[in-house]
């Protein structure tokens, strides 16, 4: 990492911790796991969100081994009406386990989706909630968190659900009104929530969208 990348790394942990969440920087995903995993004994519901940072980490199958419940809605075996079960159970489960589309130097986090299951667990119901987010996802301030959601965030998951949503062509947020938009709610932690107890962990590696 550079002294630059350090110094962007170091400025956005004070600022989240003065913010009142807990942050922490870690090398590696491995290091993540093994992080995450001090905070999870196996007796714990699991609650996973949408986030392809918390998959690429490798920590599903760990906490299979362990023999957590886990609510993991991406399990392709589960029934639509298993899908909705399994969002609703995230809301209350012991940990939740998500990252952010956007951390910023100035201590929040950015972040958007179409339903609302994860971003309503990252603020109330778990237990606890840890939040993994790569160094590709930290920014100056919310400005640029939102500019990152329209530029790469939310075009790259559109492209990896197919959709037909046209940031999928352009590459960059044409503000669509298509019943297939993904982008409908945007949540902006500005300081820890009153109830729940937040973890960020930032890796030194490129993760998710
Ligand atoms: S609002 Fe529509 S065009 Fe913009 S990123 Fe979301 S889905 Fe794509």
């Not at 999870?40 to 362990?66: C, H, N, W």
């Not at 609510?71 to 990252?99: C, G, I």
């Not at 910023?104 to 840890?130: A, H």
């Not at 930290?138 to 530029?151: G, Y």
């Amino acid at each position: 990492m550079t002294k630059k990348d350090e110094e962007k790394v170091n400025r956005t942990i004070s600022s989240l911790k003065d913010h009142g969440f807990e942050a922490i920087y870690v090398k590696n995903k491995d290091k993540a796991r093994a992080e995450i995993l001090k905070h999870i004994p196996p007796t714990a519901k699991v609650g996973i969100g949408g986030s392809a940072t918390i998959r690429e980490i490798g920590i599903i199958p760990r906490l299979k081994e362990q023999g957590n419940v886990i609510y993991d809605h991406w399990n392709e075996e589960l029934s639509p009406e298993q899908v909705l079960e399994t969002r609703k159970a995230q809301m209350t489960s012991d940990v939740f386990l998500s990252s952010t589309n956007a951390l910023t130097e100035s201590g929040e986090l950015v972040s958007r989706e179409g339903i609302g299951n994860r971003t309503n667990s990252m603020c109330f119901g778990p237990g606890k909630v840890i939040i993994a987010a790569g160094t590709n996802k930290i920014v100056p301030d919310v400005h640029a968190a939102l500019k990152r959601i329209k530029e790469v965030a939310a075009p790259l998951r559109n492209k990896s659900l197919n959709t037909a949503n046209p940031c999928v062509e352009t590459g960059v947020c044409q503000d669509c009104n298509l019943p297939t938009r993904i982008c409908r709610i945007t949540l902006i932690m500005e300081r820890k929530p009153v109830l729940t107890d937040i973890l960020v962990i930032v890796i030194g590696e490129n993760l998710g969208y």
